[in-house]
DNA sequence: CAATGGCTTGCATACGTATTCACGCTGGCG
DNA sequence: CGCCAGCGTGAATACGTATGCAAGCCATTG
């Protein structure tokens, strides 16, 4: 069957009517008779019509589509994806699905001047920017999309921008639970793996939050214990193994990621340190790794399904009305065996 | 700027020239006079004009997208996706981006009508299909999809499909790697997890492999020691326990997949049993948890990344030469903690 | 009986690009 | 000096759909 596919017009000769009446009926417009338009459609069922997408979008000007753009520290095919994205990426592409939406994603370098290539070249009706906080926000071509008026929403922290919208997780909120359970559970020097980190700002947010709960716990957090890590498996042994031969004294560790975590659990099980015995560790994110470890981590969840339906509810309801505010999600403690509950 | 978006008429005006000449310009035609190029071209760069992909695509007839169509056993938005297919994703998001192809992503659900959506509605200009063998080779609409001269690739075992061509693992070799490294290691008692999926066809390959290797050693598969598992945590803890329940003697487990390694390993250690001191588990796939699990897992590759790049550039040429064969791809063993090496 | 209005339908056009065809101009050659 | 070849350009059109506008028909009403 290497025959042309039916368009509207064959069904129009089909079924002794126009072109714009099939165009109709097969809109459901209340325009057509109720007869005519259901002798359409069964034609269209019969002939398999589907209604060429390219030539509608030209036509309405939209395409029920959004992009997705992630941005990796990266982007060679080598590297394995951040698990947090990859599970966004989930939730997102079946967010879009429940609103009939197609979704397209592709790989951003964030060198590269990605600004333009999906709204301006008519390619999707809204952009959902994903990544770690400066790849993305600080990049000046994010300043030409906010200007430009297209629809975007951004994973992340909030931004001033004028257009364009921002969801995120309460990350202070989830550095404040991860640390205030670790204070009940009757720890008291409490390292925290993830400051400065170039890669994700959202980290400071975290490291705000475990600042907190130590002050209101009438703490003072010793500043040898706040050490710099980003979200790799390495970064998080290293920066444990820097406390260690420091020879600092600590009983818990609170992480910025999952993924500082795991490095940091099993560096100090090589080294024959029980946890949650002697250290207790809590990380961020929940990634599916994290039930999967032994013992099991306790973790600061992101609730990645809610907040992919949020990014794309949002998104969705700023290109029809154009109206929407940013959010701030609120995240969860989940409690497993690291933490020594 | 809420301005009209430039179109190559504007460009046109503002060059002194034609349409058709801007046109022919921007896709690097060498009727035009080069001088008349760059100039035209300086004008679309200053105006940040982009061809309008949708109006090209309708002229055209190709669309320069793939369309990636995952299908899930549980399509609810609840449910987690499938590790081993989410690396999958990504890994053909990059081969997309490498060959600057776009890329939709779709979850299907497997009782749905899904075959006409995208070659027919024009668009994609190929399918990629990845899901568990039976919820998409055994479906009728594959048939229809088959015969329409439609452009696609599925992961998976070898169809038999006049149109279409299938990239897959080479399954029974993956099962013979795991089972041959156990037996080198000493073990005589190994039980196989995953017998008789009704998810997944190609756990008959892999317990095929695993048949050859005992054969080999000239040992006799104990039938009571091969037992049903799907590919859930839960599935693999519960095969486990039968075999524990049972009283059944057995020093090792070759595991269909590796949330099903997961499954058990966890189970034994709840249960006191040292892995691998006691029993030595081997999985099968190399989904990111099984390098953070404790033991870490040995298991068998599934090499992602080759594999998405095998779907799409056999897929492009397809859809260029119109000629391509099936592949099979050879899977590695990753030997880690678990088999007790 | 004429006028009005509602309900259907068809005609014509626009969306923005890529490409076929035709044409003008320049220079070389007979 | 005239003709032809070839290069560069422009005019026109097609891709398939959605929709504004106009018109036809029938029934109702004054």
Same mark, same amino acid.
Request: aromatic letters at 8%; charged letters at 30%; zero cysteines.
């Given at each position: 069957m290497a025959e042309r596919k039916a368009t509207s017009f064959d069904i129009a000769a089909k079924a002794g009517v126009s072109q714009s009446t099939v165009s109709r009926a097969l809109r459901d417009?209340?325009?057509?008779?109720p007869e005519t338009r259901a002798r359409v459609q069964a034609i269209a069922r019969e002939l398999n019509y589907q209604v060429d997408r390219t030539a509608s979008s030209l036509r309405t000007?939209?395409?029920?589509t959004l992009a997705l753009l992630l941005f990796e520290d @990266?982007?060679? @095919?080598a590297s394995p994806i951040n698990p947090f994205f990859l599970s966004m990426l989930g939730s997102i592409t079946k967010a879009c699905s429940a609103h009939d939406y197609d979704l397209l994603v592709s790989f951003q370098h964030?060198?590269? $001047?990605?600004? @333009?290539r999906y709204e301006e070249a008519h390619r999707a009706d809204g952009l959902i920017l994903l990544g770690y906080g400066d790849y993305v926000s600080a990049h000046p071509t994010l300043q030409r999309l906010a200007d430009s008026g297209a629809h975007w929403v951004i994973w992340g922290p909030r931004l001033n921008f004028e257009h364009g919208i921002c969801v995120g997780s309460d990350n202070a909120l989830g550095g404040y639970l991860a640390t205030r359970h670790l204070l009940k559970q009757g720890r008291r020097n409490i390292a925290f793996l993830g400051c400065n980190s170039e890669q994700a700002p959202e980290f400071a947010d975290r490291y705000r939050g475990y600042g907190d709960a130590l002050k209101e716990a009438k703490l003072v957090a010793d500043p040898d214990l706040q050490v710099y890590a980003e979200s790799f498996e390495d970064s998080g042994a290293n920066a444990v193994a820097s406390l260690l031969d420091a020879g600092l004294e600590f009983d818990a560790l609170v992480c910025a990621s999952d993924l500082i975590a795991i490095g940091a659990m099993h560096y100090l099980q090589d080294k024959g340190i029980d946890v949650p015995g002697e250290i207790a560790i809590v990380g961020f $994110? $929940?990634?599916? @790794?994290a039930a999967y470890c032994s013992p099991a981590l306790t973790t600061v969840r992101q609730d990645v399904k809610r907040a992919g339906e949020t990014l794309v509810n949002l998104l969705l309801e700023l290109i029809e009305s154009g109206d929407e505010t940013s959010r701030l999600l609120e995240p969860e403690l989940i409690v497993r065996e690291s933490c020594g509950s």
């Open positions: 417009s209340p325009l057509v008779n000007g939209n395409t029920r @990266a982007p060679e @095919a964030p060198e590269e $001047d990605w600004y @333009a $994110d $929940d990634i599916q @790794a």
